[in-house]
């Protein structure tokens, strides 16, 4: 079975400059994890999950120093007010004719609860969430 048989192909998504309270709201209302962040012509630049807008209130309490680099990520990450200063960049896809096997292994493997599907030029076309896997399992 592929990707593109269980995908949710109308996802809900959030622009860079979105504030990081509407991304909060976004999530609760929507009772979802996470939303990917896309530019006008629907490319995908990052997301930002729950576990993204925790580190943000934990990191505002504790501060911690392990290297310049990973403080200065940190603070960055503290200071963030919009999503595109919030989100993780490096978001792990795949593709809409990958099989489902292979993804669910990614996502055991990696932790993760949601995996946006891109087409071949980088769009948003979808997103498999572990629910999605569940539902396929019925």
């Known amino acids: 079975m592929q990707v593109q048989d269980i995908m949710t192909k109308k996802v809900l998504t959030v622009r860079p400059e979105t504030t990081v309270r509407e991304v909060a709201e976004i999530l609760v209302n929507h009772k979802i994890s996470g939303v990917p962040v896309v530019e006008d012509d629907g490319r995908l630049v990052g997301i930002v999950s729950e576990g993204d807008l925790m580190s943000k209130e934990i990191l505002g ?78």
């Open 61 to 138: 309490a504790v501060i911690y120093y392990n290297g310049l680099r990973e403080y200065k990520d940190a603070f960055d990450r503290m200071a963030a007010n919009t999503a595109a200063a919030l989100m993780t960049k490096k978001v792990v896809t795949v593709k809409a004719y990958d099989d489902i096997s292979d993804v669910a292994r990614i996502m055991r493997d990696k932790h993760i609860k949601r995996v946006p599907v891109l087409d071949d030029e980088g769009h948003l076309i979808g997103i498999v969430s572990r629910q999605d896997i569940v539902k396929m399992l019925l």
